[in-house]
T-cell receptor
Framework: SQTIHQWPATLVQPVGSPLSLECTVE??????LYWYRQAAGRGLQLLFY??????ISSEVPQNLSASRPQDRQFILSSKKLLLSDSGFYLC???????????FGQGTRLTVV | KQEVTQIPAALSVPEGENLVLNCSFT??????LQWFRQDPGKGLTSLLL?????REQTSGRLNASLDKSSGRSTLYIAASQPGDSATYLC?????????FGQGTELSVKP
């Protein structure tokens, strides 16, 4: 069966520090991968999505970047965090972008 | 630009009541629509997926309908239980990307 792992679960980082959040998927090949952010009391905003290794699309201009070094690995990064980067980050996958989407348990990022 | 709206934003019902959550979207050119459940501080749990060619899907006490032409979907929960308390999110799949509504926060009182 397919599973999605996302870590860490919580993270407190100072302003200006780097960020690396990792997401891996097991039990499927060539999934579409997504990073979403959920601000407090708000809906989910799509940040990045990827249809294959090295193929990243950015949905909103921001202080973050994403990479897909392997088929089932998706990494969200920042060189210098801002206070506004605080939020709940969720990784997701789906088959060909058309099937049911499955989400990880999320990372709560607090920038202080 | 696709916009997804969920009404009501919050709902409180007594245990055992049947209830309906609403989701509307502005652009009917979608692949599918999906309903999710989110418990506080947790990730999303997939509940039901309705393809654009389908009218409804059922899973246990949950039934989701889709009227693509009018841009509407409903999630019907039968015989609600306190364990159903959570935020329910709908999302439309447009071009392989999920666009979410703001969610309905459901509270089922014992």
């Amino acid at each position: 069966s397919q599973t999605i792992h996302q870590w860490p679960a919580t993270l407190v980082q100072p302003v200006g520090s780097p960020l690396s959040l990792e997401c891996t998927v097991e039990g499927t090949s060539n999934p579409n991968l997504y990073w979403y952010r959920q601000a407090a009391g708000r809906g989910l905003q799509l940040l990045f999505y990827s249809v294959g290794i090295g193929q990243i699309s950015s949905e909103v201009p921001q202080n973050l970047s994403a990479s897909r070094p392997q088929d089932r690995q998706f990494i969200l990064s920042s060189k210098k965090l801002l206070l506004s980067d605080s939020g709940f980050y969720l990784c997701a996958w789906s088959v060909l972008g058309m099937g049911m989407a499955f989400f990880g348990q999320g990372t709560r990022l607090t920038v202080v | 630009k696709q916009e997804v709206t969920q009404i009501p934003a919050a709902l409180s019902v007594p245990e055992g009541e049947n209830l309906v959550l609403n989701c509307s979207f502005t652009d009917s050119a979608i692949y599918n629509l999906q309903w999710f459940r989110q418990d506080p501080g947790k990730g999303l749990t997939s509940l039901l997926l309705i393809q654009s060619s389908q009218r409804e899907q059922t899973s246990g006490r949950l039934n989701a309908s889709l009227d693509k032409s009018s841009g509407r979907s409903t999630l019907y929960i039968a015989a609600s239980q306190p364990g159903d308390s959570a935020t329910y999110l709908c999302a439309v799949n447009q071009g392989g990307k999920l666009i979410f509504g703001q969610g309905t926060e459901l509270s089922v009182k014992p």
